[in-house]
């Protein structure tokens, strides 16, 4: 069974910095694209990033190009989301994501992701 625990979230301030990790475990996570979707109170669950399977891709929302990198480690099924320049609205939580199949290069859909983590409160303060 797929397993992806999210961590890193906090209070941080306008303008700081925040890393968020996503621990994924379960059968050839490696050949899985992973991505980053947060949701907002009362709002609907967006794509913030993905990255492909093989790490050759990356992907963005376009509001958050610049500001958001993702990066993997394959050899230990790790997945991070390194956030600068946090905005107010930045807050949300932010939740890990596996594709559903394998080899792909990341959708922004979240249709195409079956496995999610319980996700991980992000909230920028003024």
């Keep these: 069974q ?8 906090g209070l ?23 991505a ?9 669950r967006e794509f913030v990033a993905a990255i492909s ?17 993702i990066s993997r480690d394959v050899a230990k099924n790790w997945v991070y989301l390194w ?4 905005k107010l609205e930045d807050t949300a939580v932010y939740y890990c994501a596996e594709d559903s199949r394998p080899c792909g290069t990341g959708s922004s859909q979240a249709y195409a992701y079956e ?8 909230t920028v303060s003024s």
């Design 53 to 69: 399977w093989d790490e050759d891709i990356t992907s963005y929302a376009d509001s958050l190009k610049g500001r958001f990198t």
């Design 83 to 86: 956030m600068n320049n946090l």
């Design 12 to 34: 941080v301030q306008t303008g700081g910095s925040l890393r968020l990790s996503c621990a994924a475990s379960g059968p050839a996570i490696s050949k899985y694209a992973l």
């Design 36 to 44: 980053w979707f947060r949701q907002a109170p009362g709002k609907e």
């Design 2 to 9: 797929v397993q992806l625990v999210e961590s890193g979230g």
């Design 115 to 122: 496995y999610w983590g319980q996700g991980t409160q992000v």
